[in-house]
């Protein structure tokens, strides 16, 4: 499910059965990072996508939280699990491009996806990296869906 109106009316009936929130970790760079910066957001945005629609029904995927290299990566965690703590999720998946998250140990369920440029991929080519990005990250959801 999105975070969309339509869907999180559809949550609300069945927020039973929905117990996963998957939150990409977006990195706003800039000067000449940016096009880097941009198509890890990309490549991230596309493989979220593709993570909701193999897992509908289970997982809603929320808006992109966007950083800085200024912001404090710390406090920024603190906030963000405060804020998802308030809403019925068992689960919540951080997945992001940037190694910091998950290496410094900022965020315990930030799962590291290195970003690949897909931005001049064709659809197919595109579609085949996707899922086999998806393939390596369908054990570490389920891993934690079966332990708690």
């Known amino acids: 499910m999105n975070w969309t109106a339509n ?13 996963t929130a998957l939150i990409p970790l977006v990195h706003i760079g800039s000067g000449g990072a940016m096009k880097q910066s941009a198509s890890s957001a990309e490549f991230l945005l596309n493989l979220c996508a593709f993570i909701e629609r193999q897992f509908k029904g289970r997982v809603v995927l929320f ?16 906030e963000w699990a405060d804020s998802v703590s ?8 951080y997945l992001t491009t940037d ?18 440029p897909i931005e001049s991929m ?7 990296v996707l899922e ?17």
């Not at 950083?67 to 920024?76: A, M, P």
């Not at 064709?122 to 085949?128: A, R, V």
């Not at 086999?132 to 708690?148: G, N, S, Y």
Request: negative net charge.
């Open 7 to 19: 869907d999180l009316d559809l949550y609300m009936q069945q927020q039973e059965y929905i117990d």
């Open 63 to 78: 808006p992109p939280f966007s950083y800085t290299d200024g912001n404090d990566k710390s406090r920024l965690a603190s």
């Open 86 to 93: 308030d809403m019925p999720f068992k689960h919540v998946f």
């Open 99 to 116: 190694p910091s998250w998950s290496r410094e140990g900022i965020i315990a369920d930030a799962i590291w996806i290195p970003s690949i």
């Open 122 to 128: 064709d659809k197919k080519l595109k579609q085949s």
């Open 132 to 148: 086999d990005q998806v393939r390596q990250i369908i054990p570490v959801l389920t891993a934690k869906w079966t332990t708690e």
